[in-house]
């Protein structure tokens, strides 16, 4: 088994945070493409068919780990930046919306995480980004990730980001925890993960909640998120103007009325 390789970190900024990595000579970093932000002079780019791991042999496993990959929402490629200087060196990347990026040290969960789609934002070289799939059909059909989320594997450091503020629960042996599907960031590989519909025809209707929840249980950690990007997403979409980029009735009385009412100072 390859050994990951021991890079050191630096998490920066509150609402829309950065990961700054400090990598030694010829220590190495992997990283969804798109995600940089800065980096110094003796780091050098290479982009990569593959999960990032280095196990695959010949182009056929590179290119069906890397055709993996794009089920759970990613690109075919990621980006490799090693320091080839000889001092230590920094690399950055960033957030791709306000919420936090949380450190994964994956010896201390048995070498593996399961996290949903698109959470992936860096690691050590050496960590495996690859597809967990669902084995129960109700949780591939309802569980708001599918059959297929993402799985990191290895022994080093690995870096995910999630929407909001980030909340950790210890789940003791059959203790269960009810979340909503799109709120669930990640959980260690000993948590059973299984979905259940909500209880009586009022809740599931009119409770704004949907029909289904998460439901995990015991032994292991779970991580949640308060602002799921599709959540997010939905309220941008709603807040956009209407009818070719001007509010209904703007210009008359009645679309000034509206701003006020809207909080909208500019009649």
Request: proline share 3%; charged share 20%.
């Amino acid at each position: 088994m390859t050994k990951n390789h021991e890079i050191d970190f630096k998490i920066i900024g509150e609402e829309l945070q950065c990961v700054e990595i400090e990598l030694d000579p010829q220590e190495a970093v992997v990283a969804e493409a798109g995600s940089l932000m800065y980096m110094d002079d003796t780091i050098e780019m290479k982009t990569i068919f593959g999960d990032g791991s280095d196990k695959e042999s010949g182009i056929l496993g590179k290119f069906l780990s890397a055709g993996k990959r794009v089920l759970t929402g990613e690109s075919l490629f990621l980006t490799t930046y090693t320091n080839q200087g000889y001092g230590k060196r920094q690399v950055t990347f960033a957030a791709p919306y306000p919420g936090k990026v949380v450190p994964f040290n994956l010896t201390h969960y048995d070498g593996k995480i399961i996290c949903q789609k698109s959470a992936f934002l860096c690691a050590a070289k050496g960590v495996a980004v690859g597809i967990e799939f669902q084995k129960r059909i109700g949780v591939g059909l309802f569980g708001g990730e599918g059959f297929i989320m993402q799985k990191l594997e290895g022994d080093g450091l690995a870096f995910v980001h999630a929407g909001g503020t980030i909340i950790t629960r210890e789940l003791g042996p059959g203790d269960v925890l009810r979340v909503d599907t799109g709120c669930l960031v990640a959980f260690t590989q000993s948590v059973d993960y299984n979905i259940e519909m909500v209880r009586g025809i009022r809740n599931a209707f009119f409770g704004g909640e949907g029909l289904f929840l998460a439901t995990l249980r015991g032994p292991g950690r779970v991580w949640i998120q308060s602002m799921p990007f599709s959540r997010l997403a939905d309220k941008i979409i709603s807040a956009a103007p209407k009818m070719g980029g001007k509010r209904r009735g703007e210009g008359s009385i009645l679309g000034g009325l509206g701003g006020l009412l809207d909080g909208d100072n500019r009649l």
